[in-house]
């Protein structure tokens, strides 16, 4: 995955963004990802791709017994630690290649808005799957493809800057995308909805929720957020080990 966030400049405009300052309440997903994370009082929880810790703070304070937080930026790491006090939880510089996944060691594995960085979804779907006890949840937020196909993840503006539409191209051609965000050249990977779906079919996973994420109904007012309800950015999904 594409380590940016260790870049000074990238992290410190990064922090700024609404969803880096207040957490959760921020995240106009987090209105439909909550409903779906399962009971995990007394459970061990796996989060993919961690960056400051909130959904780990959220597991702890929801009474799991063990949290483990991944994520390859050092200073994403550094900051979940500072604002952590929470002996259950355990943060590591870790990319998700690098990490062993050992087998049947927890109850729910999340990953928000991480996947799309990564090439070769159907092999962490394997070692997911893997460390995942039986009736474990793999819950995860990745980029819409209708988003990541996206002609450089931008709309077509008009002359006064409004958007007009959002051109989509090379949806069937699977692979890496370079778009700007946050003034940076960001390398994401886009997969079709087949390949997101289907990988999790294949690795032996129960399909238990597929959601497009759409704003929260009291942000709408604010500025751009309502061109968001015009196509989708995000895909919630919820899959079962049996």
């Known amino acids: 995955m594409n380590n940016l966030y260790d ?9 700024q963004m609404p969803r880096s300052k207040e957490g959760l309440r921020a995240a106009g997903e987090w209105h439909q990802l909550q409903p779906l994370i399962p009971d995990v009082t007394g459970r061990a929880v796996l989060d993919l791709g961690c960056g400051y810790g909130w959904h780990c703070r959220y597991a702890a304070e929801h009474g799991a017994r063990y949290v483990l937080g991944l994520d390859i930026s050092h200073k994403m790491i550094e900051t979940a630690r500072a604002q952590d006090t929470a002996p259950c939880i355990e943060y590591r510089v870790c990319g998700l290649d690098e990490y062993d996944y050992p087998a ?6 999340i990953s928000n808005l991480v996947l799309h960085y990564v090439k070769d979804l159907e092999a962490v779907y394997q070692k997911v799957y893997q460390t995942l006890k039986p009736g474990g949840i ?12 996206g002609v ?38 886009h997969h079709t909805l087949t390949q997101i779906l289907m990988g999790l079919i294949h690795a032996g996973f129960t399909l238990q929720v597929v959601e497009e994420a ?15 309800m015009r196509r989708p950015m995000m895909l919630l999904v919820s899959a079962r080990k049996e």
């Open 138 to 149: 793999f819950l995860f937020n990745i980029e819409h493809p209708v988003f990541t196909a």
């Open 152 to 189: 450089r993840q931008d709309w077509v503006y008009d002359k006064e800057g409004k958007p007009l539409y959002w051109p989509v191209d090379q949806y069937y051609y699977p692979g890496t995308r370079s778009v700007q965000f946050l003034e940076h050249t960001v390398s994401k990977e």
């Open 7 to 15: 870049n000074e400049d990238f992290f410190n405009a990064y922090a």
């Open 104 to 109: 049947g060691q927890y109850d729910l594995v």
């Open 214 to 228: 759409m704003p929260d109904p009291s942000m709408l007012h604010l500025p751009g957020m309502a061109d968001e």
